[in-house]
């Protein structure tokens, strides 16, 4: 995962952010710079973490996610749902629009699956 140091430390520095955006990424990624996201959330950018494909999705530790709102974005559907699956398990809200359609609101008492 990149982006889980960087909103950690934020929330230690009392800047936590309200709403995170969980990318699970098909391929590595070309670029990333590890932007301190004290700083994003300051000039009001968003926090966000990537999720590898190498990476197995059982092993991620999400518990800094706790309290916050997650939005999960990615092409593979199967592996979204199993990433917005551990995230159900420290947020208070994860939010996801599969391309194939549909939406999930999991702070929605009826989301459409």
Same mark, same amino acid.
């Given at each position: 995962m990149i982006g889980n140091a960087q909103i950690l430390n934020a929330?230690?520095?009392?800047?936590?952010?309200?709403h995170v955006w969980v990318h699970v990424l098909d391929t590595?990624? +070309?670029?990333w710079t590890a932007q301190d996201a004290r700083e994003c959330i300051a000039n009001g950018f968003r926090?966000?973490?990537l999720v590898l494909p190498t990476e197995s &999705?059982?092993?991620? +530790?999400?518990?800094?996610?706790k309290g916050l &709102? &997650?939005?999960v974005q990615?092409?593979?559907h199967?592996?979204?749902m199993a990433v917005l699956n551990r995230c159900k398990?420290?947020?208070d809200r994860v939010l996801y629009a599969p391309s194939h359609g549909g939406f999930i609101d999991t702070g929605v008492e009826n989301a459409v699956a």
């Open positions: 929330r230690v520095h009392g800047k936590t952010p309200a590595q990624p +070309d670029y926090a966000q973490i &999705v059982s092993g991620l +530790d999400l518990a800094i996610l &709102v &997650v939005h990615g092409e593979n199967e592996r979204c398990q420290y947020a």
